[in-house]
């Protein structure tokens, strides 16, 4: 039976069966490339390099190198995917070291491959397969780093890829090796040829970006001509101004963003440019925010046919990521050298228990606010993006603090135009002198899409001020309220919340509750 792959065709994503695929994923961090500030060591030990280097000096050689065997094996198992599956995902993108694959090198092209963890990977490649989840292989860290930064485990803050021709020949052979092993895999989406290549202040390498990547693929398709291949902008992928054409027609353009606007303003270029070279779009990072901002943004995304892949996973004691694990109880004492040898080598003990499955903690709430379903609090200025008519109706067009193409009024608690922050990196609430309201004027409504996974009942509570003074209608079907809530079973599938505004209110946020 021959083999069936997805694939781009013009500005969407098509599965192995013909039909429009639109990726809801989580991107693996710090799995396969451990980033400091994932387990609360950034000031002191931010990338995988430094953190061994510290574990050998402090412990030994030994420890250092089981310590991150036993953490690939820990990290992130079958029961991640199954989990993943289960919250309502359907992709993964795995960010790769490529000094996990295969062995470095400073004089052949060619590198040694680490077949043992190679096979790991290929054990979460099948097990995503089982549970009909596809996979994003990100190239997270490239030979000699493409970005200079603790992002890309590089030596010394340099982006020595496009420095040494030898570590371009060296990418070329790893996504080679890649595309040659996993050539006839299914639920491999799109290789990601690299992570967020040249911050800006490295911009006088930006003209080598699209040779390489065009070299990569040249090799690519001499081994596997079927996946599609995702490219990345520049400056931490948010800059995708130099994709003026494509030469191959199964490329899938990808951007990253954080901590903005949850606006079709905020990623304008990026839909101009869809539409320019007819090619499907993923928002591959983004997250590191609290869960209103969630249940906006990614919401935006799908409704603008955008697929994403929320950052990240897992952390250490966290509440903003879908899993967290405990952090060891001398972990600031261990990050300041200030524990014997054994005591040190406890903690890390226990580090490697705490981050298994079974161990860790689920946070349900952060998947639910990402897809909008059963329980989850949404801001009342995420109502629907798919316009007016449809998403929502004005009656004249109001000055607003952002989503200035809809018309509705977004204002502060004092009904006063400002700029919005979005800046809660540590998933903390926004400050109520930052609070947006959404001020609805007579005879002015909105909507917001919700997903029930089962059949169940919900209270839905309206949040504000003059809340009476609306009609709250599921599925075009009014339902009297009570100062804004409403009780209602509601059957397994999307649904629709409308409110309409019999005079002018003013409204901060929407309560979704499933209730057994």
């Known amino acids: 039976m021959d083999k069936l792959y997805c694939k781009a065709k013009e500005k969407e994503i098509i599965d192995q069966h013909g039909h429009p695929l639109y990726l809801k994923g989580v991107g693996i961090g710090g799995w396969l490339l451990l980033e400091g500030y994932m387990i609360k060591s950034y000031e002191t030990l931010d990338r995988p390099r430094r953190i061994k280097e510290y574990i050998t000096s402090y412990i030994s050689e030994g420890y250092a190198e089981y310590f991150f065997e036993e953490w690939f094996r820990r990290f992130f198992q079958e029961k991640d995917i199954q989990l993943i599956k289960e919250e309502g995902f359907n992709c993964i993108r795995i960010p790769l070291d490529y000094q996990f694959l295969f062995e470095a090198s400073e004089d052949k092209e060619t590198l040694c491959v680490i077949e043992s963890h ?104 001499k081994v596997d001509p079927h996946h599609m291949i995702t490219l990345e902008g520049l400056h931490w992928s948010t800059d995708l101004s130099i994709f003026s054409s494509l030469e191959d027609d199964n490329i899938l353009l990808q951007f990253h963003k954080y901590w903005s606007n949850p606006d079709q303003e905020s990623i304008k270029d990026y839909i101009d440019l869809r539409e320019k070279l007819h090619v499907p779009l993923i928002m591959g990072e983004g997250g590191e925010n609290n869960k209103e901002w969630y249940s906006a943004v990614f919401k935006m995304y799908e409704q603008l046919n955008i697929s994403y892949a929320f950052w990240t996973y897992k952390k250490m004691d966290i509440d903003n990521s879908i899993v967290s694990f405990k952090k060891p109880k001398n972990w600031e004492a261990f990050l300041t050298h200030t524990l014997s040898k054994e005591e040190a080598k406890d903690v890390l003990d226990e580090l490697l228990e705490y981050i298994q499955f079974d161990y860790s903690f689920i946070h349900h709430e952060v998947s639910n606010h990402i897809v909008c379903k059963d329980t989850f609090t949404t801001p009342a200025y995420a109502f629907d993006y798919e316009g007016e008519g449809i998403s929502k109706h004005n009656v004249k067009v109001h000055e607003t603090s952002f989503r200035k193409s809809q018309g509705l009024r977004i204002a502060n608690q004092n009904n006063q135009i400002i700029t919005p922050n979005f800046k809660q990196y540590n998933g903390e609430s926004m400050n109520e002198e930052d609070a947006l309201y959404l001020y609805l004027s007579k005879d002015e409504w909105v909507n917001y899409t919700f997903y029930a996974s089962k059949k169940q009942m919900f209270v839905i509570e309206v949040i504000g001020e003059d809340v009476s003074d609306t009609i709250i209608s599921i599925n075009q079907t009014e339902h009297q309220s009570i100062d804004g809530k409403i009780y209602v079973e509601l059957k397994k599938g999307n649904h629709l919340l409308n409110i309409y505004a019999k005079n002018d209110v003013k409204l901060k946020e929407i309560i979704f509750k499933a209730t057994s």
């Open 118 to 221: 190679f096979k790991m990977l290929d054990q979460m490649i099948a097990e995503s397969r089982k549970q009909g989840i596809y996979v994003i292989l990100d190239l997270h860290a490239a030979p000699g780093g493409q970005t200079g930064t603790n992002i890309d485990n590089s030596i010394d803050d340099i982006p020595r890829l496009f420095l040494n021709p030898l570590y371009q020949k060296q990418t070329i052979f790893v996504w080679k090796t890649l595309a040659d092993r996993y050539k006839n895999e299914e639920y491999i989406v799109a290789y990601d040829l690299l992570n967020e290549p040249l911050p800006k202040w490295f911009s006088s390498f930006n003209n080598q970006l699209m040779p390489l990547y065009e070299s990569i693929i040249k090799e690519i398709r």
